[in-house]
């Protein structure tokens, strides 16, 4: 069984990873956990006044976001293992917009379930952003849970 875990630090995500450990595993399950930093596409007045390069901006922006990821899917591996130490994990920091690049990393990966966290965003949220989980939902080949925080809506 080979599980994608999306996280992104949030409570929401961490909801997710608390819905894998309560699951009963089988000892062959594979869990890979992604998390996707979006590249910015705008660049904001302050760059522009303090004449810093653009290389050396987007340099900066991809470490930042790199660092930040590595921690966010280690974090979920630590607790993870806390409950399982044979778990078989796998992490992944990725750049691109977050419903597409764990999509293709489910299907490229083969992946039986897509587990994430749910955002909780109302109707309106929705309609002009998008859900990630409701994307996944209607698009993944396989199956997907989403997890949601009782206590946070």
């Known amino acids: 069984m080979k599980i994608l ?3 992104d630090g949030s409570d929401f995500s961490k909801a ?5 450990n309560k699951m009963i595993l089988p000892s062959y399950a594979e ?3 992604i998390t996707v930093y979006e590249f910015p596409t705008m660049i904001g007045p302050e760059l522009m006044a303090t004449g810093g390069s653009l290389n050396n901006y987007y340099e900066d922006f991809i470490s930042g976001a790199k ?3 590595n921690k966010i899917v280690s974090e979920a591996s630590d607790v993870l293992k806390s409950k399982n130490k044979a778990l078989n994990i796998t992490t992944i920091v990725v750049s691109g917009l977050p419903k597409s690049a764990i999509l293709e990393k489910a299907e490229d990966w083969k992946a039986d379930l897509i587990v994430v966290g749910s955002q909780g965003q109302g109707a309106l949220s929705r309609l002009l952003l998008g859900s990630v989980s409701q994307y996944l939902a209607t698009h993944a080949k396989c199956s ?8 946070k809506g």
């Open 5 to 7: 875990l999306a996280v």
């Open 16 to 20: 997710a990873v608390d819905e894998i």
């Open 31 to 33: 869990i890979c956990i």
């Open 67 to 69: 660092t930040i990821g």
């Open 144 to 151: 997907v849970l989403i997890a949601r925080d009782k206590d």
